[in-house]
T-cell receptor, first 111, second 117 residues
Framework: EDKVVQSPLSLVVHEGDTVTLNCSYE??????LLWYKQEKKAPTFLFML????IEKKSGRLSSILDKKELSSILNITATQTGDSAIYLC???????????FGKGTKLSVIP | GAVVSQHPSWVICKSGTSVKIECRSL??????MFWYRQFPKQSLMLMAT?????????EQGVEKDKFLINHASLTLSTLTVTSAHPEDSSFYIC?????????????FGDGTRLSIL
């Protein structure tokens, strides 16, 4: 059974801190890994990673995939209160277009 | 681009009624859409995969007669919760797959919070 595990499950930081969220996966014929941000409503797409070692960046957020370690990290620099959300990691396996989701990391950024 | 609209965003209704939730891809065609359910402080649980023009594929443990899915066009899928009961109260989220299978991300609607009294 495919599995995606995120850590930590929750994290509290102060504004301006840098955070690293972790995601590991056990997915048969893994194809790609995705990060989403979920605030009060449904998840919004952040990154999709297919190749190992290539960093994807969007503003203060960046992410990288390590296929050797079967893992990915999501970095957020200079955190702001607006970054407070649940960050979800999900993976596609080959031959399947269904996503396997992790339980998420709840990030709280306090002023 | 890649906007998914879900309606309604919030429903309160009496036990025994049926509730229909719509999921629309606004600026792309979606051969495949997905319906998820999310309980408080839990991650998304896939309920079913909806394919345009064919029957939906339900996950194990999801009653297909209870949760009716129709994907009649490339931009619209509907989920009908039939004879809803309080235990059906939850946050329902749809997503649509843009592009080829697995080569593009799923894009999510804003979700529907369903409360059955």
């Amino acid at each position: 059974e495919d599995k995606v595990v995120q850590s930590p499950l929750s994290l509290v930081v102060h504004e301006g801190d840098t955070v690293t969220l972790n995601c590991s996966y056990e997915v048969t014929n893994f194809r790609s890994l995705l990060w989403y941000k979920q605030e009060k409503k449904a998840p919004t797409f952040l990154f999709m990673l297919t190749s190992s070692g290539i960093e994807k960046k969007s503003g203060r957020l960046s992410s990288i995939l390590d296929k050797k370690e079967l893992s990915s990290i999501l970095n957020i620099t200079a955190t702001q209160t607006g970054d407070s959300a649940i960050y979800l990691c999900a993976a596609y396996g080959a031959g399947s277009y269904q996503l396997t989701f992790g339980k998420g990391t709840k990030l709280s950024v306090i002023p | 681009g890649a906007v998914v609209s879900q309606h309604p965003s919030w429903v309160i209704c009496k036990s025994g009624t049926s509730v229909k939730i719509e999921c629309r891809s606004l600026d792309f065609q979606a051969t495949t859409m997905f319906w998820y359910r999310q309980f408080p402080k839990q991650s998304l649980m896939l309920m079913a995969t909806s394919n345009e023009g064919s029957k939906a594929t339900y996950e194990q443990g999801v009653e297909k007669d209870k949760f009716l899915i129709n994907h009649a066009s490339l931009t619209l899928s509907t989920l009908t919760v039939t004879s809803a009961h309080p235990e059906d109260s939850s946050f329902y989220i749809c997503s649509a797959l843009q592009g080829d299978q697995g080569n593009q991300p799923q894009h999510f609607g804003d979700g529907t919070r369903l409360s059955i009294l």
